[in-house]
Protein backbone atom coordinates (compact mmCIF):
# COMPACT_ATOMS: atom_id res chain seq x y z
CA UNK A 1 0.00 0.00 0.00
CA UNK A 2 0.92 3.57 -0.64
CA UNK A 3 3.33 4.81 2.34
CA UNK A 4 1.93 6.87 4.91
CA UNK A 5 2.89 10.26 6.29
CA UNK A 6 5.64 10.10 8.46
CA UNK A 7 8.77 12.24 9.85
CA UNK A 8 11.55 11.37 7.47
CA UNK A 9 15.41 12.16 7.95
CA UNK A 10 15.57 11.98 4.54
CA UNK A 11 13.98 14.58 1.99
CA UNK A 12 12.47 13.53 -1.30
CA UNK A 13 11.34 17.46 -2.37
CA UNK A 14 14.12 17.36 -4.81
CA UNK A 15 12.50 14.48 -7.07
CA UNK A 16 10.21 15.72 -9.81
CA UNK A 17 6.86 14.56 -9.31
CA UNK A 18 6.10 10.95 -10.32
CA UNK A 19 9.73 9.65 -10.24
CA UNK A 20 9.31 7.80 -6.77
CA UNK A 21 7.05 5.87 -5.52
CA UNK A 22 6.74 4.94 -1.75
CA UNK A 23 5.16 1.74 -0.16
CA UNK A 24 4.45 0.55 3.23
CA UNK A 25 3.92 -3.23 4.01
CA UNK A 26 3.37 -4.31 7.74
CA UNK A 27 5.14 -8.17 8.98
CA UNK A 28 3.89 -9.96 11.56
CA UNK A 29 7.17 -10.81 14.03
CA UNK A 30 4.20 -12.96 15.97
CA UNK A 31 4.15 -15.41 12.88
CA UNK A 32 7.50 -15.52 12.61
CA UNK A 33 8.82 -16.06 15.84
CA UNK A 34 6.20 -18.89 16.39
CA UNK A 35 7.25 -20.55 13.30
CA UNK A 36 11.38 -20.65 14.37
CA UNK A 37 10.42 -21.11 18.05
CA UNK A 38 7.52 -23.93 17.84
CA UNK A 39 7.57 -25.45 14.19
CA UNK A 40 11.34 -25.03 14.19
CA UNK A 41 11.96 -26.18 17.42
CA UNK A 42 14.91 -23.11 17.40
CA UNK A 43 16.01 -21.03 20.41
CA UNK A 44 14.80 -17.56 20.93
CA UNK A 45 18.47 -16.26 20.33
CA UNK A 46 18.80 -18.42 17.37
CA UNK A 47 15.66 -17.20 16.35
CA UNK A 48 16.49 -13.78 16.89
CA UNK A 49 19.50 -14.15 15.15
CA UNK A 50 18.29 -15.47 12.06
CA UNK A 51 15.17 -12.82 11.93
CA UNK A 52 17.09 -9.75 11.94
CA UNK A 53 18.90 -10.84 8.83
CA UNK A 54 15.91 -10.74 7.48
CA UNK A 55 16.38 -8.96 3.71
CA UNK A 56 12.76 -8.88 2.19
CA UNK A 57 12.48 -9.10 -1.44
CA UNK A 58 10.99 -6.62 -3.89
CA UNK A 59 7.70 -8.46 -4.78
CA UNK A 60 6.90 -8.82 -1.14
CA UNK A 61 7.22 -5.04 -0.23
CA UNK A 62 5.35 -4.06 -3.39
CA UNK A 63 2.95 -6.40 -4.34
CA UNK A 64 -0.79 -5.66 -4.81
CA UNK A 65 -1.77 -8.83 -2.50
CA UNK A 66 0.12 -9.26 0.57
CA UNK A 67 1.84 -12.90 1.36
CA UNK A 68 2.19 -13.70 5.05
CA UNK A 69 3.76 -12.37 7.06
CA UNK A 70 3.50 -9.52 5.17
CA UNK A 71 0.15 -7.66 5.20
CA UNK A 72 -1.32 -4.08 4.68
CA UNK A 73 -3.50 -2.13 7.04
CA UNK A 74 -4.47 1.45 7.30
CA UNK A 75 -6.51 0.87 10.57
CA UNK A 76 -4.91 2.73 13.62
CA UNK A 77 -3.95 -0.25 15.83
CA UNK A 78 -4.09 -2.94 13.44
CA UNK A 79 -4.37 -6.55 14.13
CA UNK A 80 -2.46 -9.78 11.71
CA UNK A 81 -5.44 -10.63 10.11
CA UNK A 82 -2.98 -14.42 9.85
CA UNK A 83 -2.76 -15.27 13.63
CA UNK A 84 -4.67 -11.81 15.35
CA UNK A 85 -1.48 -10.63 16.92
CA UNK A 86 -1.77 -6.64 18.33
CA UNK A 87 0.14 -3.94 16.75
CA UNK A 88 2.66 -4.33 19.32
CA UNK A 89 4.02 -7.49 16.81
CA UNK A 90 4.33 -5.52 13.38
CA UNK A 91 6.80 -4.25 12.26
CA UNK A 92 6.89 -1.83 9.30
CA UNK A 93 9.00 -1.67 5.96
CA UNK A 94 8.67 1.40 3.95
CA UNK A 95 10.02 1.20 0.53
CA UNK A 96 10.96 3.98 -1.96
CA UNK A 97 10.88 3.17 -5.44
CA UNK A 98 13.13 6.02 -7.67
CA UNK A 99 13.05 5.55 -11.54
CA UNK A 100 16.46 6.32 -12.80
CA UNK A 101 17.15 8.85 -15.33
CA UNK A 102 18.97 12.41 -15.52
CA UNK A 103 16.47 13.94 -13.88
CA UNK A 104 17.06 11.86 -10.37
CA UNK A 105 20.63 10.35 -10.74
CA UNK A 106 22.01 13.38 -8.55
CA UNK A 107 19.31 13.48 -6.13
CA UNK A 108 19.11 9.75 -6.03
CA UNK A 109 23.19 9.45 -5.15
CA UNK A 110 23.03 12.48 -2.67
CA UNK A 111 19.72 10.53 -0.83
CA UNK A 112 22.19 7.37 -0.74
CA UNK A 113 25.21 9.16 0.73
CA UNK A 114 23.33 10.58 3.79
CA UNK A 115 21.67 7.79 4.73
CA UNK A 116 23.19 6.02 7.54
CA UNK A 117 25.37 2.39 6.98
CA UNK A 118 25.23 0.85 10.63
CA UNK A 119 23.39 -2.01 10.98
CA UNK A 120 21.76 -2.52 7.40
CA UNK A 121 19.13 -0.02 8.76
CA UNK A 122 18.76 0.79 4.65
CA UNK A 123 18.69 -1.84 1.94
CA UNK A 124 19.78 -0.78 -1.58
CA UNK A 125 18.09 -2.85 -4.34
CA UNK A 126 18.99 -2.00 -7.90
CA UNK A 127 16.20 -3.38 -10.82
CA UNK A 128 16.55 -3.47 -14.38
CA UNK A 129 12.56 -3.21 -16.04
CA UNK A 130 11.61 -1.49 -19.37
CA UNK A 131 9.93 2.17 -20.14
CA UNK A 132 6.64 0.27 -21.13
CA UNK A 133 6.15 -1.42 -17.94
CA UNK A 134 7.34 1.52 -15.55
CA UNK A 135 4.71 3.68 -17.32
CA UNK A 136 2.16 1.18 -16.63
CA UNK A 137 2.60 1.20 -13.21
CA UNK A 138 2.84 4.69 -12.92
CA UNK A 139 -0.39 4.87 -14.67
CA UNK A 140 -1.85 2.10 -12.50
CA UNK A 141 -0.95 4.34 -8.83
CA UNK A 142 -2.45 7.54 -10.91
CA UNK A 143 -5.81 5.38 -11.90
CA UNK A 144 -6.17 4.35 -7.87
CA UNK A 145 -5.42 8.20 -6.88
CA UNK A 146 -8.11 9.54 -9.47
CA UNK A 147 -12.22 10.05 -8.39
CA UNK A 148 -13.55 9.21 -12.03
CA UNK A 149 -16.97 10.12 -10.83
CA UNK A 150 -15.80 14.33 -10.25
CA UNK A 151 -14.39 15.65 -14.20
CA UNK A 152 -11.61 17.26 -12.35
CA UNK A 153 -9.80 13.95 -12.88
CA UNK A 154 -9.09 14.99 -16.24
CA UNK A 155 -7.43 17.57 -15.86
CA UNK A 156 -5.26 16.14 -12.67
CA UNK A 157 -4.14 13.52 -14.72
CA UNK A 158 -3.03 15.72 -17.63
CA UNK A 159 -0.83 17.83 -15.19
CA UNK A 160 0.29 13.96 -13.95
CA UNK A 161 1.42 12.89 -17.43
CA UNK A 162 3.15 17.04 -18.42
CA UNK A 163 4.66 16.50 -14.72
CA UNK A 164 5.97 12.77 -15.67
CA UNK A 165 7.50 14.44 -19.19
CA UNK A 166 8.55 17.73 -18.24
CA UNK A 167 9.98 17.06 -14.93
CA UNK A 168 11.74 20.41 -14.73
CA UNK A 169 8.52 22.79 -15.02
CA UNK A 170 6.87 24.05 -11.98
CA UNK A 171 3.62 22.86 -13.19
CA UNK A 172 1.85 23.08 -9.50
CA UNK A 173 1.84 27.32 -10.80
CA UNK A 174 0.89 26.27 -14.51
CA UNK A 175 -2.12 24.41 -13.12
CA UNK A 176 -2.73 26.90 -9.93
CA UNK A 177 -6.80 27.70 -10.42
CA UNK A 178 -6.78 25.96 -13.83
CA UNK A 179 -10.59 25.37 -15.64
CA UNK A 180 -9.71 23.91 -18.79
CA UNK A 181 -6.85 22.08 -21.26
CA UNK A 182 -7.41 23.07 -25.17
CA UNK A 183 -6.11 21.85 -27.92
CA UNK A 184 -4.24 24.91 -29.84
CA UNK A 185 -3.76 25.57 -33.75
CA UNK A 186 -1.08 28.09 -33.17
CA UNK A 187 1.34 26.50 -31.18
CA UNK A 188 4.21 24.65 -33.03
CA UNK A 189 6.00 23.27 -29.56
CA UNK A 190 5.25 22.65 -25.70
CA UNK A 191 2.10 24.77 -23.91
CA UNK A 192 0.62 28.33 -23.15
CA UNK A 193 -1.54 29.41 -20.55
CA UNK A 194 -4.13 31.90 -21.41
CA UNK A 195 -6.18 33.09 -17.85
CA UNK A 196 -7.49 29.97 -16.95
CA UNK A 197 -7.02 27.74 -20.07
CA UNK A 198 -3.73 25.55 -20.64
CA UNK A 199 -3.24 25.56 -24.77
CA UNK A 200 -1.36 22.49 -25.55
CA UNK A 201 0.31 21.57 -28.99
CA UNK A 202 -1.96 19.17 -30.97
CA UNK A 203 0.45 16.90 -30.10
CA UNK A 204 0.73 17.20 -26.59
CA UNK A 205 -2.92 17.33 -25.98
CA UNK A 206 -2.94 14.28 -28.03
CA UNK A 207 -1.10 12.15 -25.31
CA UNK A 208 -2.93 13.78 -22.94
CA UNK A 209 -6.30 12.07 -24.51
CA UNK A 210 -4.70 8.63 -25.00
CA UNK A 211 -3.55 8.40 -21.42
CA UNK A 212 -6.93 10.06 -20.07
CA UNK A 213 -8.11 7.18 -22.56
CA UNK A 214 -5.32 3.99 -21.10
CA UNK A 215 -5.82 4.84 -17.77
CA UNK A 216 -10.16 4.96 -17.48
CA UNK A 217 -11.35 2.36 -20.18
CA UNK A 218 -11.25 -0.41 -16.96
CA UNK A 219 -13.59 2.06 -14.90
CA UNK A 220 -16.28 2.79 -17.61
CA UNK A 221 -17.36 1.63 -21.45
CA UNK A 222 -14.65 2.72 -23.65
CA UNK A 223 -12.46 5.32 -21.71
CA UNK A 224 -13.36 8.98 -20.64
CA UNK A 225 -11.57 11.77 -22.44
CA UNK A 226 -11.41 15.54 -22.39
CA UNK A 227 -13.19 14.37 -25.87
CA UNK A 228 -15.96 12.71 -24.12
CA UNK A 229 -16.49 8.95 -23.37
CA UNK A 230 -14.62 7.35 -26.44
CA UNK A 231 -14.33 3.54 -27.87
CA UNK A 232 -11.47 2.33 -28.82
CA UNK A 233 -12.79 2.85 -32.80
CA UNK A 234 -13.93 6.37 -32.04
CA UNK A 235 -10.97 7.49 -30.63
CA UNK A 236 -8.78 5.89 -33.59
CA UNK A 237 -10.86 7.69 -35.79
CA UNK A 238 -10.40 10.94 -34.52
CA UNK A 239 -6.46 10.66 -34.05
CA UNK A 240 -6.30 9.53 -37.53
CA UNK A 241 -8.61 12.65 -39.14
CA UNK A 242 -6.55 15.37 -36.54
CA UNK A 243 -3.50 13.56 -38.16
CA UNK A 244 -1.67 11.70 -35.08
CA UNK A 245 -1.76 8.22 -35.92
CA UNK A 246 0.20 9.64 -39.64
CA UNK A 247 2.75 11.19 -37.22
CA UNK A 248 3.14 8.30 -35.55
CA UNK A 249 3.37 6.50 -38.61
CA UNK A 250 0.63 4.26 -37.92
CA UNK A 251 -1.09 3.04 -41.45
CA UNK A 252 -4.68 1.88 -41.79
CA UNK A 253 -4.99 -1.34 -40.22
CA UNK A 254 -6.50 -3.69 -37.06
CA UNK A 255 -7.28 -0.83 -34.53
CA UNK A 256 -5.65 -2.81 -31.62
CA UNK A 257 -2.43 -3.01 -33.18
CA UNK A 258 -2.85 0.94 -34.29
CA UNK A 259 -3.33 1.25 -30.02
CA UNK A 260 0.21 -0.94 -29.28
CA UNK A 261 1.86 1.26 -31.54
CA UNK A 262 1.35 4.61 -30.33
CA UNK A 263 1.37 2.85 -26.82
CA UNK A 264 5.12 2.16 -27.94
CA UNK A 265 5.85 5.84 -28.90
CA UNK A 266 4.34 6.91 -25.93
CA UNK A 267 5.96 5.04 -23.51
CA UNK A 268 9.16 4.53 -24.73
CA UNK A 269 8.89 0.68 -25.01
CA UNK A 270 10.96 -1.84 -24.54
CA UNK A 271 13.88 1.08 -24.13
CA UNK A 272 15.99 -0.92 -20.63
CA UNK A 273 15.29 1.93 -17.35
CA UNK A 274 16.56 0.81 -13.89
CA UNK A 275 14.32 1.22 -10.98
CA UNK A 276 16.38 1.90 -7.57
CA UNK A 277 14.83 0.52 -4.31
CA UNK A 278 15.35 1.91 -1.04
CA UNK A 279 13.98 0.08 1.65
CA UNK A 280 13.66 1.38 5.27
CA UNK A 281 14.50 -1.33 8.05
CA UNK A 282 15.03 0.66 10.97
CA UNK A 283 11.31 0.22 12.31
CA UNK A 284 11.84 -4.09 11.40
CA UNK A 285 15.39 -3.51 13.78
CA UNK A 286 13.98 -1.82 16.75
CA UNK A 287 10.38 -4.36 16.78
CA UNK A 288 12.80 -7.62 16.64
CA UNK A 289 14.57 -6.41 19.14
CA UNK A 290 11.27 -6.23 21.25
CA UNK A 291 9.75 -9.66 20.37
CA UNK A 292 12.79 -11.36 21.17
CA UNK A 293 12.63 -9.74 24.46
CA UNK A 294 9.22 -10.86 24.91
CA UNK A 295 10.48 -14.65 24.01
CA UNK A 296 13.78 -14.38 25.66
CA UNK A 297 11.85 -13.87 29.23
Do not use: N
Request: proline content about 4%; some cysteine.
Amino acid sequence: MPAAAKKREFDLSEFPPGTVVEYTRLLCLACIFDLFTKQMRLAPRTAYSEIKRHEPTIAELTARTPVRPYFDSDEKHPRCPYCDAAKRWHARFDTYRIEGSKATDASRRALVKSLPKAEDQFLMIEVRSTRRAVFFEWLDGLGRQLDFTDDAWLIQATRAYLERIEPKTVWAEVFKDLRAVRRSQRLEAGWERDGARLFLTPSLYHDALLVQYLVSRSHAHGGLTMEGRLTLHELMRRLRYVGYLDAHGVSEGDQFEALEKLIEDLTGGDAAVKLYYIVDRRDFLDKVKTVYAHYAT
